[in-house]
């Protein structure tokens, strides 16, 4: 497999300037934007705006990051939109609410850049793909002539790390991602599936904005950790190696990275990737927060087998959601968003059926109140 290239390069701050800086020398770096970007083409910058969160706190792509990004591409001859679809309804009200809350429609308005509103889907082929050999997607990707996935550090609950290759999970649109949720209930169905989206979608550039990161329950209930990084590469899954490498992850470890290694699309080794721009070592953050133990099937992977005992194991041993109700105002989007319907109200409050549980934690991933928490086995602290 080729050796890949990959930027890291320092950004202590969101000032505009700053930013600017970062990007632009980590795009010279890569070869320039012109390398990747032709005059005339329209590129989509697909950011992470899992949920209508502030840039402060740490859960969605900074809308400096974009901003940047949109005027190198203009510079470049092309033509940006900034789009994404989160989860929940993919609707224009939405979506305005959305990029309001974001950050993004006001760098929209200063810089005149592009918003997608358009909510049309659909069908496409993929005949490659090892889960998916038809992938339901955004209808804005037939409109753009090229994809820079902009994603977000960030620990996950169920995938442990979120970066390049799950950001274009996106593009799939709103409830659609929980039918593929509960299509693909084990995790490493699922990675193969986020693989096999990356791998239809084939962003010419992706970014990671780790300025500010998200380090405990991420990916929207953790707490913002600086990081003071930019990451790029033409290679998502490059950028993914590194990327789990900076919050001191080891590669092998993630699940995307694993099912990509698996391919044969990357070794999955920090070693084998063209580190360059800053001292890479430096930038390491070895005290990163991340969760003890994640997944779906825990305990099958571990016993490495199927049957009733392990599947009864599995659903008494793997981390569950569990709800605070004290912090719960009662908004239903645990129970609207809940792949297999195991969530009922009762009395305006949330509960769970741990049986038709799945364990991919969207509960928690799209609640605004952080009222969702992962509960642990103490048999957990033993495997620690």
Not at 14 to 21: D, G
Not at 79 to 107: H, N, W
Not at 322 to 341: S, T, Y
Request: aromatic fraction near 6%; include cysteine; hydrophobic fraction near 40%.
């Amino acid at each position: 497999m080729p050796n890949s290239k990959a930027a890291a390069v320092r950004c202590g701050n969101y000032t505009r300037q700053e930013v600017q800086a970062a990007i632009d020398r980590s795009l010279e770096l890569l070869g320039g934007m012109k390398q990747f970007v032709k005059p005339g083409m329209r590129v989509l910058l697909k950011c992470n705006l899992v949920m209508k969160k502030k840039p402060e706190e740490g859960a969605t792509t900074h809308p400096e990051v974009a901003a940047a990004l949109a005027g190198a591409i203009r510079e470049a001859g092309g033509e940006p939109i900034i789009g994404d679809s989160p989860g929940g309804l993919f609707t224009e009200q939405a979506l305005r609410g959305l990029y309001k809350v974001c950050g993004m429609e006001e760098i929209a308005k200063r810089d005149n850049i592009p918003l997608n509103y358009g909510t049309g889907v659909m069908e496409v082929q993929h005949p490659d793909g090892r889960i998916l050999k038809k992938l339901t997607v955004i209808e804005l990707l037939k409109e753009v002539d090229a994809v820079i996935s902009v994603a977000k550090l960030k620990t996950h609950g169920m995938t442990l790390y979120t970066g390049a290759v799950k950001n274009l999970f996106g593009v799939i649109p709103g409830t659609t991602k929980a039918e593929y949720h509960f299509r693909m209930k084990k995790l490493e169905d699922f990675s193969e599936m986020l693989i096999d989206i990356c791998t239809w979608v084939k962003p010419v550039l992706s970014f990671i904005d780790g300025v500010t990161g998200m380090e405990g329950n991420g990916p929207t209930a953790g707490e913002p950790r600086d990081a003071g990084v930019i990451l790029a590469s033409a290679d998502p899954f490059a950028l993914d190696v590194a990327g789990a490498s900076l919050i001191n992850i080891p590669p092998e470890k993630v699940c995307t990275i694993r099912a990509a290694a698996g391919r044969g699309i990357c070794s999955g080794r920090l070693e084998d990737i063209e580190l360059v721009g800053d001292p890479f070592g430096d930038l390491i953050l070895k005290d990163f927060k991340v969760p003890q133990l994640s997944g779906l099937n825990f305990v099958e992977r571990f016993l490495k087998g199927s049957g009733p005992m392990t599947e009864v194991l599995s659903q008494y041993l793997t981390p569950r959601p569990a709800f605070i109700h004290d912090i719960c105002v009662g908004c239903r989007e645990c129970e609207k968003n809940c792949p297999p319907k195991a969530i009922t109200m009762r009395d305006g409050k949330p509960y769970v059926n741990l049986k038709e549980c799945i364990r991919c934690y969207c509960c928690q991933e799209l609640c605004p109140r952080k009222a969702v928490d992962i509960k642990r086995h103490w048999v957990f602290k033993i495997f620690k």
